[in-house]
């Protein structure tokens, strides 16, 4: 396949991206770098008190892959923006000019091979960084910046989304590359990130850092990991950091003979290490317990010697688009995630920690309300999610925004209709000050009939009322994986004035 499409495109010497699936209908790459001032607004009136600039980020092709075929995960981050400002939003996006974007553009073809597998590049990309900075958007210290697993943050500014360049925090930092899931503390002002496979591929090496108010790295912590895997995120509370290690593994064998950059082994536990937040290697505790896999975490919490995390689990089956590592069919049975809790007794004698589903909706990328990251107990959560009443609506299933609430064990959720899914849900307060769970949860809608996208601005409080109002835009924002809203204040003073209740 990929000979016989790399030889059409020498023919024609023209940009032809491949007829695969994640390249049709809603998922074709846009390449589209837009400004849109004053979006029109096709239901209730956008919140005055809502003023600040709402971030996003996710993959968008620049040019066809290298062999023909490819992953949703990959591709070049293309940062989106909507600018609120007392009633009106004004809508950015732009392309991360990375190190690999930039040598793509030169050349006017697409240079890299598989997902992370540097031994199927074109050999003209030897020496260059692939990463793409299409991952995550954090706003910290006065400075935005663009994440992927493994390349070092991109800094934009803030408000035009130009590229300033690569950031690795004045050298301090010595990891190879930088999670695309840190969680920022709007308490301490700190963020608290890591990296795995911390000094290059197939490595066991984790690598904790704490990043002060100052944007200086204040504190770290390197340990082992069980294994060369993924650790996509992790979670935070007010006195502990928890790493699940998910047996999705990765072989430099097989990469260097064309193999993909992780496999699935059903066969091997999960392993949870738990580390004190300013602590110190010889305290890493681990934790032991079923295979089981999730990509994303809500929140941790603490109470008393119990370390608690909360995430979409599945039970024995990892991301789809990663094959088992022996060549079995994968068995989509097991890959249904649900949010269930975790709790590790630190004062106990056992590497055994105890498992309880919350909820019995299947659900995904979960958050929690910003200011409550770090916080020793939270109690609201929210995630995209499968509709019981309609059950397979929208995208991958994942067709509503739900509402979790931990103290009554209620849900509640907003489906935006037929032919619509959603993406992750951001949460937005109010004002600095308010109760946790008092503001807004921002959310891109695709509307795949029509083939373009909206904003959809929701009560938090509210859910299932339906939209405060509804943000039209003329054109597809292709899905999105991460980002954050950053209130007005924050941008002008580059810190967050949070005192949390509780």
């Given at each position: 396949m990929s000979t016989v499409y790399l030889e059409e495109l020498s023919a024609v010497g023209a940009v032809r991206f491949p007829d695969i699936p994640i390249y049709q209908g809603f998922g074709a790459p846009s390449r589209l770098e837009a400004d849109l001032r004053d979006c029109e607004v096709t239901y209730?009136?956008?919140p005055k008190d809502l003023n600040g600039i709402l971030y996003r980020c996710g993959p968008d092709r620049q040019y066809p892959p290298l062999l023909g075929d490819d992953i949703f995960i990959d591709g070049e981050g293309m940062?989106?923006?909507?600018?609120?400002?007392?009633?009106?939003?004004?809508?950015?996006?732009?392309?991360?000019?990375?190190?690999?974007?930039?040598?793509?553009?030169?050349?006017?073809?697409?240079?890299?091979?598989?997902?992370?597998?540097?031994?199927?590049?074109?050999?003209?990309?030897?020496?260059?960084?692939?990463?793409?900075?299409?991952?995550?958007?954090v706003w910290h210290a006065g400075r935005l910046l663009a994440l992927k697993e493994d390349d070092m943050p991109y800094e934009l500014n803030p408000y035009t989304l130009e590229t300033v360049g690569r950031y690795d925090y004045n050298g301090s930092v010595k990891s190879v590359w930088m999670s695309a899931h840190p969680h920022l503390d709007q308490t301490t002002n700190e963020l608290l990130t890591f990296a795995y496979q911390a000094k290059g591929d197939g490595t066991t090496d984790v690598a904790y850092f704490v990043i002060g108010p100052d944007g200086k790295l204040k504190h770290e912590v390197w340990f082992n990991a069980p294994w060369p895997g993924m650790v996509h995120d992790f979670a935070i509370s007010d006195q502990y950091v928890i790493f699940p290690f998910f047996p999705l593994l990765t072989d430099v064998e097989k990469m260097k003979k064309g193999g993909p950059f992780y496999t699935w082994h059903r066969d091997k536990e999960t392993v949870v290490a738990v580390v004190p937040r300013y602590g110190t290697s010889d305290q890493v505790r681990f934790f032991r317990g079923p295979t089981s896999f999730a990509g994303h975490m809500m929140n941790g919490s603490t109470n008393g010697s119990k370390v608690s995390l909360d995430v979409c689990l599945s039970q024995g089956s990892s991301f789809f688009f990663f094959p088992n590592h022996d060549g079995t069919p994968p068995d989509?049975?097991?890959?249904?995630?649900?949010?269930?809790?975790?709790?590790?007794?630190?004062?106990?004698?056992?590497?055994?920690?105890?498992?309880?589903?919350?909820?019995?909706?299947?659900?995904?990328?979960?958050?929690?309300?910003?200011?409550?990251?770090?916080?020793?107990?939270?109690?609201?959560?929210?995630?995209?999610?499968?509709?019981?009443?309609?059950?397979?609506?929208?995208?991958?299933?994942?067709?509503?925004?739900?509402?979790?609430?931990?103290?009554t064990g209620s849900a509640t959720l907003w489906n935006p209709g037929p032919d619509s899914g959603v993406q992750e849900p951001l949460f937005a307060p109010r004002k600095p000050?308010?109760?946790?769970?008092?503001?807004?949860?921002?959310?891109?809608?695709?509307?795949?009939?029509?083939?373009?996208?909206?904003?959809?601005?929701?009560?938090?409080?509210?859910?299932?009322?339906?939209?405060?109002?509804?943000?039209?835009?003329?054109?597809?924002?292709?899905?999105?994986?991460?980002?954050?809203?950053?209130?007005?204040?924050?941008?002008?003073?580059?810190r967050y004035s949070v005192a949390r209740a509780g």
């Open positions: 209730g009136a956008v940062v989106v923006m909507f600018k609120f400002e007392n009633g009106h939003v004004d809508y950015k996006s732009r392309y991360v000019r990375t190190e690999r974007f930039k040598l793509q553009e030169k050349h006017r073809r697409g240079l890299f091979g598989r997902y992370r597998n540097r031994y199927t590049h074109d050999p003209v990309v030897k020496g260059c960084n692939p990463g793409t900075a299409n991952t995550n958007v989509p049975s097991t890959a249904l995630p649900h949010l269930t809790r975790l709790t590790f007794d630190l004062a106990g004698n056992t590497e055994d920690y105890k498992t309880e589903q919350l909820y019995d909706w299947m659900c995904e990328m979960p958050r929690a309300d910003d200011r409550y990251y770090g916080n020793g107990t939270y109690r609201k959560g929210y995630v995209i999610c499968r509709d019981p009443n309609t059950p397979g609506a929208g995208n991958i299933g994942f067709g509503a925004v739900g509402e979790f609430d931990h103290k000050n308010s109760p946790e769970g008092d503001g807004y949860l921002l959310a891109l809608v695709n509307r795949m009939a029509e083939n373009r996208s909206d904003l959809a601005i929701l009560d938090a409080q509210n859910l299932d009322a339906g939209p405060v109002a509804i943000v039209k835009l003329p054109h597809r924002v292709r899905m999105t994986f991460h980002g954050m809203w950053v209130s007005q204040e924050a941008l002008e003073s580059g």
